[in-house]
């Protein structure tokens, strides 16, 4: 096959029409650059619903109780769980900003959009403050152990942010 690359190659170097090739070949790659412009936009591969508007504060604590109860409950003796997830504060917005530098001063002043409203350059979602884990498995040491080690490594919290009780049976 690299034979066969290398002799095209050097047909094309000793032919008289080279240059016209090449020229052909790159209006034809505007051409097709061009004519992408007149497609219709639903032929872009679509993002993920959830990536493409974020969720609100309460939303985001649901999603997270709930993965964190799945978790917790393939913990051997956890059984049977329930989590609560409390936030700090609800989601905040950061705005981006135009800076402009002067010899004397420095201005920063937000970036608008044309609807007036300004352009949003990333969505934190709240941090979490503490957990409370109910769970059938909670009056055995080993196993508040366990889930006392995965919460405050995934989450990031201090044990003492975390709370582990047996569930009433």
């Known amino acids: 096959m690299n034979d066969t690359v290398q002799a095209l190659f050097t047909r094309l170097k000793d032919s008289k029409n080279a240059a016209r090739l090449i020229v052909v070949l790159g209006l034809g790659g505007m051409l097709l650059i061009l004519a992408s412009e007149f497609l219709p936009a639903g032929t872009a591969p679509k993002k993920d619903a959830a990536a493409a508007s974020p969720q609100s ?74 957990v409370a884990v109910v769970c059938e498995g909670g009056g055995q040491i080993h196993v508040v152990s366990e889930i006392t080690q995965m919460l405050s490594s995934l989450l990031d919290l201090s044990t003492s942010r975390i709370s582990v009780a047996k569930m009433n049976e």
């Open 57 to 130: 504060a309460d939303a985001y604590e649901a999603a997270l109780e709930t993965r964190l109860e799945t978790l917790i409950s393939q913990i051997d003796g956890a059984g049977k769980t329930k989590v609560m997830v409390t936030l700090e504060t609800g989601e905040e917005s950061v705005y981006a900003v135009d800076t402009q530098q002067g010899e004397a001063d420095t201005g920063e002043t937000h970036v608008l959009l044309d609807d007036g409203s300004a352009l949003t350059e990333t969505v934190r979602m709240p941090e979490v403050c503490g």
